[in-house]
């Protein structure tokens, strides 16, 4: 309202001008009377699940002249080098060039400048606010924060994905000038103000966020890793409460000369990439089965069938093994939940072929593999799986343990989660409120369940299996006493849940 009533003053204005002054006036009119200075929108701040800020920003300014208006370009020249830190010559070549008639001599100018600035009341020079993006955890949520350009538009991550609601809506100011465009002493000035961006609060937690960076630089070190990644998700609602890619940057620090190095640590690979999952897809295998048992599915094994022993299965001549070589009799007479513990490789491949590639691919399908999760960030990768219809036996077989399949760490840890909390599949989430500075709610995000991917009786059966994975096969290091940890262990990583007194998360 207020907007629409001042541009009606402008022209009202001009109005006047142009009929008073003749049409001779006209065009000078226009271009002296509506000298205009930006007044930038603030950016939006992001904050945790629980109100700590994690990105804002530090009052700055932009500085700029309207050439004019300067009276004496050398003694201005001398000032603004002096106030702002910069050479003479710099300010001089710039108030003498030719091309526009309003030059930035300097953005991001701290407060203290733009005081002396002030002080000085030099005719001709102007500022504005700009937005200098600060994170003050540094090397903090990196991947997922993502950054602004240098004039503050978003880039990447939830920066870019969010720009919209961030970045709010600049206004400005018009001021009355006189014929060489120096603002009139007692002229009238428009200010149409500016519309801050709103503030995203995340799903993120702090406090678990911190625990997990500090987790997966120590893993870094440990294993001289060449990367570390980690994803924590509540799998009663899909909220995202950390995620860590490591190696990153800190985001004050953003490497904007190095495109090949910003790209690499900057990349959430989490989301963004896939790999061949390996043995953490079994608990896919493992859960169909379950489930087509439950249903009466005379092809699916009985949850206590003792499978057979051999290192070895031959699918269409084509020979499958173990990775254990079987020698040492641990993988000796198992059932689904020994198959589990140890991780033996042939008991899924008996478990995708009685099932079939249809039913198999049913599963993949309500897991949603090959497809996005849905996430609220850029760039998510669907994976790969193969056309159902190209998939021959030996390829099932090998899905059955996580091979000739590609996935990315959410889809895993999503649908992981799941399987063991009652077979609902919820649309992983990192943003739970956008808002104004004021409070104002503009959107509240609510938990969406996507599909149910096995029934509650079957998620029951095979968190309680995982569970013993945890307390006494393959997953025993994630152990923690007073707690129960469901997981399952695979060459890249653990899958892992945790069930606490209330809180249950899951990471993978
Ligand atoms: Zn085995």
Same mark, same amino acid.
């Given at each position: ?60 300014? #932009?500085?700029?002249?309207? %050439? ?6 050398? =003694?201005?020249? *001398?000032? $603004? +080098?002096? &106030?702002? @830190? ?61 950054? #602004?350009?240098?004039?503050? %538009? ?6 870019? =994905?969010?720009? *919209?609601? $961030? +970045?709010? &809506?600049? @206004? ?337």
């Amino acid at each position: 309202m207020a907007v629409t009533f001042l541009f009606l003053c402008v022209l009202g204005r001009l109005f006047y001008v142009q009929v008073i002054w003749g049409e001779d006036l006209q065009e000078k009119a226009i271009d002296q009377w509506t000298r205009e200075i930006p007044v930038v929108a603030r950016r939006g701040d992001i904050l945790d699940a629980n109100g700590v800020v994690l990105a804002t920003n530090d009052d700055t300014y #932009t500085v700029f002249v309207r %050439k004019k208006a300067v009276k004496d370009k050398e =003694y201005l020249s *001398k000032k $603004l +080098s002096e &106030i702002l @830190g910069v050479s003479y010559q710099y300010v001089f070549d710039k108030l003498t060039a030719t091309s526009s008639s309003e030059v930035t001599i300097k953005k991001q100018v701290k407060k203290e400048s733009i005081d002396c600035i002030i002080e000085q009341n030099f005719s001709g020079v102007y500022y504005s606010r700009d937005n200098s993006r600060v994170y003050p955890y540094n090397e903090f949520l990196t991947a997922v924060l993502g950054f #602004t350009s240098t004039d503050g %538009k978003g880039q990447s991550g939830l920066e870019l =994905y969010y720009d *919209k609601y $961030l +970045s709010g &809506i600049n @206004g400005e100011i018009l001021y009355e000038t006189d014929i060489v465009g120096v603002e009139i002493d007692g002229g009238k000035a428009s200010y149409i103000p500016a519309t801050n961006g709103l503030n995203l609060k995340l799903t993120i937690d702090y406090d678990v966020q911190q625990l997990c960076e500090t987790a997966m630089d120590e893993a870094m070190e440990i294993h001289k890793a060449k990367s570390a990644q980690m994803i924590v998700i509540d799998p009663s609602c899909g909220a995202v409460r950390a995620l860590v890619t490591k190696p990153s940057f800190n985001l004050n620090e953003v490497p904007r000369d190095d495109l090949v190095s910003l790209n690499k640590l900057g990349r959430n690979g989490i989301i963004c990439d896939i790999y061949e999952p390996g043995s953490t897809f079994k608990v896919l295998t493992a859960a169909a089965n379950v489930e087509e048992y439950l249903q009466g599915n005379k092809n699916a094994y009985s949850i206590n069938h003792i499978y057979n022993s051999s290192r070895y299965r031959y699918i269409d001549g084509q020979k499958v093994k173990c990775w254990s070589d079987h020698k040492n009799g641990k993988h000796a007479s198992l059932t689904l939940q020994g198959g589990l513990n140890n991780s033996c490789n042939p008991i899924f491949v008996d478990i995708a072929m009685a099932l079939g590639k249809k039913t198999m691919y049913k599963y993949v399908e309500l897991f949603n593999y090959g497809q996005v999760t849905g996430i609220d960030f850029g760039g998510e990768a669907q994976g790969m799986t193969l056309p159902e219809s190209a998939v021959q036996n030996v390829d099932l077989a090998r899905i059955a343990f996580g091979q000739t399949i590609a996935v990315t760490g959410l889809q895993l840890a999503s649908a992981t989660a799941s399987a063991v909390n009652g077979g609902y599949y919820y649309v992983p989430y990192l943003v739970s409120e956008i808002y104004s500075e004021d409070g104002i709610v503009a959107e509240k995000i609510q938990p969406k369940l996507k599909n149910r991917t096995i029934s509650e009786q079957a998620s029951k059966i095979v968190s309680e299996m995982l569970e013993k994975v945890v307390s006494e096969g393959s997953g025993k290091q994630a152990y923690i006493e007073g707690y129960r940890v469901a997981g399952k262990t695979g060459v890249f990583g653990l899958t892992c849940v945790i069930i606490a007194m209330k809180k249950r998360y899951i990471m993978a």
